[in-house]
């Protein structure tokens, strides 16, 4: 009776719900992150950061695809099409460095914390006025971020285990989507995957954000551009075709 919305969870258990009460849960998260979001001043700054990593990794995967396709014509990832996610995932690990230790630099993690998930939740509003169903994935974790948050200061260790249980819900969740949508466009784009990946790998970056305070930004940078040249350079250099995944070849007749 009525339009429901569901997900399975690592295949053992399945959660459904109305999608009105789903709309409804979404609209609530949204509103308490935004005001939690005020009251700790990680507005605008902090969204801009978490927006900027996201958008920033999707640059770097395309503008590395693209290259790699100059060097290497038709789809070089077919064979082994696992080298070329983990270097747009790469990217979006670079992307999130380079947004923490720049634009994000001043803002703490409590404040990150909440500016990431404000921005999860928006991508959900967004989502649901072109594929309601999907609003799914964008509801439990945060939920738990937000329930974890409602303490306030008293109980900071308390919001951070939230925020923990909350990244493994969304590795559990929207990472396993993220891996049956690695079979689904397993003939590209592959630089999707990093703005995608970087929605899973970002808050447990945030979360990590104080053991970056005593490294160099260059470094840091530096580090992270070095695995993503070595995660591209990798995906360049294995083979592109094998006796399983062969070159497409097409006949047109006129």
Do not use: C, N
Not at 79 to 92: C, E, I, R, V
Not at 120 to 127: Q, S
């Amino acid at each position: 009776s009525g339009t429901r919305i569901f997900m399975d969870i690592l295949g053992v258990e399945l959660v459904s719900l109305p999608l009105i009460l789903g709309l409804i849960v979404l609209a609530a998260l949204v509103i308490g992150f935004a005001w939690k979001g005020v009251r700790r001043q990680s507005l605008p700054l902090g969204l801009a950061t978490v927006a900027g990593a996201v958008l920033l990794a999707g640059l770097i995967a395309f503008a590395a695809q693209a290259i790699v396709g100059l060097l290497r014509a038709g789809m070089f990832w077919r064979a082994d099409p696992l080298w070329a996610h983990l270097a747009a995932y790469a990217s979006a690990i670079l992307a999130s460095l380079v947004m923490l230790t720049t634009l994000g630099r001043r803002l703490e993690v409590h404040q990150l914390r909440i500016a990431f998930w404000l921005f999860y939740v928006l991508i959900g509003a967004a989502l649901a006025f072109i594929a309601p169903g999907g609003i799914i994935y964008f509801l439990i974790p945060p939920l738990l971020m937000l329930l974890g948050s409602l303490g306030g200061r008293s109980s900071r260790r308390t919001e951070r285990w939230a925020a923990l249980a909350a990244i493994l819900l969304l590795y559990l969740t929207l990472g396993v989507m993220l891996a049956h949508l690695e079979e689904l466009l397993s003939r590209g784009p592959i630089w999707l995957f990093a703005p995608l990946g970087a929605l899973i790998l970002l808050p447990a970056m945030i979360e990590a954000k104080s053991l970056m305070a005593d490294a160099r930004r260059l470094e840091l940078i530096g580090l992270g551009a070095a695995f993503a040249l070595l995660g591209w350079g990798v995906a360049a250099a294995v083979p592109a075709y094998s006796a399983d995944r062969q070159q497409q070849f097409t006949i047109e007749h006129v």
